[in-house]
């Protein structure tokens, strides 16, 4: 079994920054992609950031040029520093991992972190 824990997340002001972490654990033997995404209230689930194993990234439009993410393979790690925050990036983030275990591959969620943005 996977577990992913995600911190970082809080209230910030319009403009700030903050700094998501989101750790994978358990017996792991590979993880491909990981990723962030976002759920506002009455929304759908979105992609906001992901990265391959090799480093390739790809984003949202609407947070290119905000938002950048990145990984630790060493630590099984993934992070996304968010910038320039608006209102509209208010939404409880979750991290994703693919990851192959004993059972084989399988896709991965953490339970959420809250980023609030006040205007």
């Known amino acids: 079994q996977v577990r992913l824990v995600e911190s970082g997340g809080g209230l910030v002001q319009a403009g700030g920054s903050l700094r998501l972490s989101c750790a994978a654990s358990?017996?792991?033997?590979?993880?491909?992609?990981m990723g962030w995404y976002r759920q506002a209230p009455g929304k759908q689930r979105e992609l906001v950031a992901g990265?391959?194993?090799?480093?390739?990234?790809n984003y949202a439009d609407s947070v290119k040029g905000r938002f950048t993410i990145s990984r630790d393979n060493a630590k099984n790690t993934v992070y996304v520093q968010m910038n320039s925050l608006k209102p509209e990036d208010t939404a409880v983030y979750y991290c994703?991992?693919?990851?192959?275990?004993?059972?084989?591959?399988?896709?991965?969620w953490g339970q959420g972190t809250q980023v609030t943005v006040s205007s």
């Open positions: 990265i391959t194993s090799g480093g390739s990234t």
């Open positions: 358990g017996t792991i033997f590979s993880i491909n992609a």
């Open positions: 994703n991992a693919q990851a192959s275990t004993y059972g084989g591959w399988s896709n991965y």
